[in-house]
T-cell receptor, first 115, second 114 residues
């Protein structure tokens, strides 16, 4: 079974600065996908960024980018130029491989962007 | 299409009562998932459908839980004889194929059992 670990329960950053959220996972599969989801307070989860494991190039979506280290099974999220609207719970998720019908989520990191 | 819709948004029920939640997925998505999220935790998988077929149920889904997706459209999740431990956010999501492009989540139904 796959496991996803987010070791930072809470983090804070000043507006306009850069922050990195950590995620590690455990799997014996070679082909899979990784995701970061954002859940603002009392609002629905939205997909921030995805990474295909067979691609070496790190995914980027505007101010969001990942550092994917397949050998280390690490998948961190970097948020540049942090904005107040980035305040949310961030969940790392693993999908694919043998259980390609469900995503497995970490416990989340609560990110607070301070003015 | 307005995305994934869940109703009700909030439900307060007395212990022992039955409750039913509804999820309307994105129309072209053939896969539908139910997850449960408790405070301080990430979403935990409950069950999923491909079209109208329920293909997997988690061990978290006790005999008191049942889910349906008639005609492969909307889905319902019913909890019978609710217990205080059932209090949680119940999330529905849908996806194309198996979800390699990510899921689209609904806003969830928050259940409180008193």
């Amino acid at each position: 079974a796959q496991t996803v670990t987010q070791s930072q329960p809470e983090m804070s950053v000043q507006e306009a600065e850069t922050v990195t959220l950590s995620c590690t996972y455990d799997t014996s599969e070679n082909n899979y996908y990784l995701f970061w989801y954002k859940q603002p307070p009392s609002r629905q989860m939205i997909l921030v960024i995805r990474q295909e494991a067979y691609k070496q190039q790190n995914a980027t979506e505007n101010r969001f980018s990942v550092n994917f280290q397949k050998a280390a099974k690490s998948f961190s999220l970097k948020i540049s130029d942090s904005q107040l609207g980035d305040t949310a719970m961030y969940f790392c998720a693993f999908g694919g491989g043998g259980s390609n019908y469900k995503l497995t989520f970490g416990k989340g990191t609560l990110l607070t962007v301070n003015p | 299409d307005t995305g994934v819709s869940q109703n009700p948004r909030h439900k307060i029920t007395k212990r022992g009562q039955n409750v039913t939640f509804r999820c309307d997925p994105i129309s072209e998505h053939n896969r539908l998932y139910w997850y449960r999220q408790t405070l301080g935790q990430g979403p935990e998988f409950l069950t999923y459908f491909q079209n109208e077929a329920q293909l997997e149920k988690s061990r978290l889904l006790s005999d008191r839980f049942s889910a349906e997706r008639p005609k492969g459209s909307f889905s319902t999740l019913e909890i019978q004889r609710t217990e205080q431990g059932d209090s949680a956010m119940y999330l529905c999501a849908s996806s194309l194929e198996w979800g390699q492009y990510g899921y689209t989540f609904g806003s969830g139904t928050r259940l409180t059992v008193v």
